[in-house]
């Protein structure tokens, strides 16, 4: 664990070297202009006229708390056809993220960030909603109440640039206003003054501005500022807003604490949907059958794999901010998992069609577990009550869904096949725990080593299996079927997942749960631990999930499943099928073969690829997430492609002619080039 990234500090000047004087940060901001003038950017200032005077340099005891904005009602005022809205950023304290603070805790710990606010108004998290109709003539006005230096903090190092300053510049900068029609606009706003931007929403979409008092790009923009978010909406002309549809803005806060000093009392890591975190995030109540429509805005710095459980959803358009592209019907994919990379927006539909309690979340682990884990002793009592398990045990970027009840709950025929799924663990030379799974045969007394990763679970489409998951850990586990479409009481969140009065439990050492699954399609899946994922998943408590169609035997000889496990830094690197360097595998040459990938770590993203001399090979992706990809999409392209966890991919490929293609596996954002890479040779005879 990164441990030392999670803990957040108010960086003083003095632990940063000396406060830049004015001449500096003149300089500064001249070095700013000479780089807007460098690429092209168009800066609008229309009414620069130093309205105010700059606050003054406010404690934090007088700054009001911010709010949480659900983006539900849009801010401004709207008289014929012109849009007039005071912005205003400035100080707000925020509160969040419970599961971050000590559980004896009686009130939540606040951090002070920037944020903005409509003027009058409280600072909201996200900043406040533009949302307009195609057409209409906009005007923002934006003020800057951010006071002299104040403390940002600096990225964590790796997103560091060299001289990048801790404290705020006197020149807020204001990006993506003019949404959809100025992408590279930037507008300058200086200490204590206003600026104005105005146009006309001419492009439909959903797009979103950002801020920051300081120069840096949004891959970097870690610190207090990060909150300097909101999203804007602009409705085609003549379609009404559906009321239904809502509007998901993340962000982020984290920085580097200052390794001189010690990490003040409740300032941490911390992220949000619409300002809020697990437990504490929006609660969703659907009934069956109703169609969901969600856009997600990533207005942080890093990835996240947002994955449904329980339903695929589909992918109607993606965005980076200043343009989107919805997709045509024809060629909306249908995924359980998309990677929202720093930056980016999407927008998702899809229809519940069984009752029970659901999540949406990242599926990066860090950002779904509390940053400061709690001693054992304080998460016995809620091991034992298995609800609180679920509000305790997850944090930040989860978003809870209940679907009410239907009649008639679907019944369940004898199954077709049942399987004994074993927990299993044992100690490596070096002293580190492995936890993996054992299919245990009828005719087999004993069970031996787990197995890193599971052993392929076979399942038919449209037969139901049983599975007993039988616990021969020394601690507590559940199991979420990544991707599958089951009942939720089978969906592996304990103390959430529920059908009628039945609650997923927590599967206590020597104990068993048994689940019933009829996949309604064939496809590549996953199972993997829900329970202290950040060790028991990258320990290994991962498997491939294999459904088949009716009639279809697995060929093990033409498909072949890649699990990638594991995480970039600590006890348990990456891995390809439990391998840090995996054995030759063996094809032939005019033959076809079904490749699935399946990957299930920590949460980097990884670059993958199939190369032979050095360019990669064709092959045709087929399916993502276990659905199969549209006719439009299934194209023959080049064998390289970003993943991130919580995904699969199904690719075919013929290799033509003899010889030996590479594998490779790679996470060089994280790192140096070649540091972590896992390569596997597949010869082709
Ligand atoms: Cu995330």
């Known amino acids: 664990m990164k441990n030392t990234l999670l803990y957040l500090t108010l960086l003083t000047a003095s632990t940063v070297g000396p406060p830049l004087g004015a001449s500096g940060r003149r300089l500064m901001r001249r070095s700013w202009l000479v780089l807007a003038l460098m690429i092209g950017v168009s800066v609008t200032l229309v009414g620069c006229t130093g309205l105010s005077t700059p606050t003054t340099a406010s404690r934090s005891s007088e700054v009001a708390l911010a709010v949480p904005n659900d983006n539900r009602t849009p801010a401004g005022t709207l008289r014929s056809g012109v849009l007039e809205l005071d912005l205003e950023a400035r100080p707000g304290r925020w509160e969040g993220e419970k599961s971050d603070l000590d559980p004896d805790a009686s009130s939540p710990t606040i951090v002070d960030v920037l944020g903005f606010a409509e003027e ?77 931007v105005r146009y006309r929403a001419e492009v439909p979409g959903t797009f979103y501005y950002w801020a920051t008092p300081s120069s840096r790009p949004i891959t970097a923009w870690t610190g207090r500022d990060a909150q300097l978010a909101g999203a804007i909406i602009v409705d085609p002309q003549g379609a009404a807003p559906d009321p239904e549809e809502r509007i998901f803005v993340i962000t982020m806060l984290d920085q580097f604490p200052d390794p001189n000093a010690p990490a003040p009392q409740g300032e941490y890591f911390r992220r949000a949907i619409n300002g809020r975190s697990w437990p504490d995030t929006e609660r969703f109540e659907y ?83 509390p940053a400061v884990e709690r001693d054992e002793a304080e998460r016995e009592h809620d091991l034992m009550d298995v609800e609180q398990h679920a509000l305790d045990a997850m944090a930040g970027l989860v978003v809870g869904m209940t679907v009410t009840e239907n009649e008639q709950a679907e019944a369940m025929e004898p199954p077709h096949q049942r399987l004994r799924l074993v927990a299993l663990e044992a100690n490596n030379d070096d002293g580190t725990v492995v936890r993996g799974f054992g299919l245990e045969e009828p005719e087999a007394e004993t069970i031996g080593t787990p197995s890193v990763p599971g052993p392929p679970l076979l399942l038919t489409r449209g037969e139901t299996t049983e599975i007993a998951v039988v616990n021969r850990l020394s601690e507590p586990t559940t199991i979420h079927w990544h991707g599958l479409e089951l009942e939720s009481v089978f969906d592996g969140v304990a103390g959430w997942s529920r059908t009628r009065s039945r609650i997923a439990p927590l599967i206590a050492p020597g ?175």
């Open 287 to 369: 009934a069956v059958g109703e169609t969901v429509r969600w856009r997600w805005i990533n207005a942080s710095f890093e990835f996240h794999p947002m994955h449904l459980h329980g339903f695929h959803y589909r992918l109607l358009g993606r965005g980076d901010g200043t343009s989107e592209t919805l997709f045509p019907e024809e060629a909306r994919p249908l995924i359980v998992t998309e990677t929202m990379t720093p930056g980016s927006t999407f927008r998702m539909e899809w229809v519940p069609i069984r009752a029970g309690n659901w999540i949406f979340h990242c599926h990066l682990l860090d950002h779904i577990v």
């Open 120 to 196: 009058g108004g409280p600072v909201t998290i996200p900043g406040p909603l533009i949302r307009v109709a195609q057409g209409t003539e906009v005007r923002i006005r934006v003020r800057n109440s951010i006071p002299d230096s104040y403390p940002i903090g600096l990225p964590i190092p790796g997103l560091r640039e060299e001289g990048m300053s801790s404290v705020a510049d006197d020149v807020l900068l204001v990006r993506g206003l003019r949404a959809g029609t100025a992408p590279d606009d930037v507008l300058e706003v200086p200490g204590g003054e206003v600026a104005e």
């Open 511 to 685: 104990d068993s749960f048994t689940v019933r699954i009829k996949p309604p399609r064939a496809g590549t899946f996953i199972y993997h631990t829900h329970m202290d994922e950040t060790d028991q998943l990258v320990q290994g408590m991962i498997g491939p999930f294999l459904v088949l169609e009716p009639g279809e035997e697995y060929d093990p000889e033409h498909d072949r499943v890649f699990v990638i496990g594991g995480q970039v830094e600590g006890d348990y690197p990456v891995t390809v099928n439990g391998y840090r360097e995996p054995p030759v595998m063996r094809f032939r040459a005019g033959e076809t073969y079904r490749l699935r990938f399946v990957h299930i770590t920590m949460g980097q993203a990884a670059d993958v690829a199939l190369t032979m001399s050095g360019s990669p090979v064709k092959w045709r992706a087929v399916a993502k997430d276990g659905a199969e990809l549209p006719e439009v999409l299934r194209r023959e392209g080049d064998a390289e492609f970003m993943s991130n966890t919580g995904q699969t991919f199904d690719f075919m490929w013929t290799p033509t002619e003899p010889g030996d293609a590479t594998l490779s596996v790679t996470h060089e954002r994280f790192l140096q080039p070649g540091e972590d890479v896992v390569r596997q040779t597949l010869r082709v005879q």
